[in-house]
């Protein structure tokens, strides 16, 4: 699957038939608010060390750090990471195994926060799993935001568009999997105020933010 996240995926996606993406690129208006927004409603301030898990280009990552956030971020996708802005090399890293072999390759260490961001619907449950109890040890908090579904169908329509979209779930299952693999989910909502809010106005129940503090910290 790592190879299907390719210069296509991102930047002609659409005519492919791969995504949702047209010409993915970095857009500060469009970055720096949802950056603003993500440190609002987690309450980050200065000096709060984050992970991007997915971070694709890693431009939430840049966002975040001009913030003063010791941001992060990992990526399955080689020509995600490789197509990231040069300034924040040193700060991304391709995900080649699974996520505390990168930590320790990186010498990361732990995190205050990790956020996964349109990210956890692309993977297999059995994976998520794994990924969600490796979270709960590397990180005191998580933030997920994902796609809202019910009877295998996605609330937003356009969200089927993307083949890589494997799990299509409501409220509960999602917070069900949160806990059942290491985290305290204390909020499950459908609306945060400056992030995914063009999706609001499609479907109010679309998207899903979750944010849930370790068991194990």
């Known amino acids: 699957m790592t190879g299907f996240f390719d210069k296509d995926y991102y930047e002609n996606g659409i005519a492919t038939g791969k995504s949702c993406y047209e010409n993915y690129r970095w857009i500060p208006e469009l970055t720096y608010p949802l950056a603003h927004a993500i440190c609002e409603n987690l309450g980050l301030v200065r000096g709060v060390k984050l992970l991007d898990y997915g971070c694709a ?52 260490g732990t995190f205050d926060w990790v956020m996964a961001k349109d990210v956890f ?28 579904g019910e009877n295998e169908k996605y609330r937003i329509k356009a969200y089927e568009d993307d083949p890589s979209h494997v799990i299509r779930e409501n409220e509960a299952w999602w917070t069900e999997i949160l806990e059942d693999n290491g985290f305290v989910v204390s909020t499950a909502c459908t609306d945060m105020i400056g992030i995914k809010d063009r999706w609001f106005d499609v479907h109010r129940q679309g998207n899903g933010f979750f944010v849930g503090a370790s068991k194990w910290k």
């Open 57 to 108: 280009h890693g431009f939430t990552v840049k966002a975040l750090r001009d913030f003063g956030i010791e941001a992060y971020g990992c990526d399955i996708s080689s020509f995600a990471i490789s197509s990231s802005p040069k300034e924040i090399d040193d700060f991304i890293q391709v995900l080649e195994s699974d996520l505390p072999s990168l930590i320790q390759k990186r010498n990361w």
């Open 121 to 148: 619907e692309h993977i297999s449950i059995t994976d998520l799993e794994k990924i969600i109890g490796d979270c709960s040890v590397l990180s005191q908090n998580i933030f997920v935001i994902v796609p809202l």
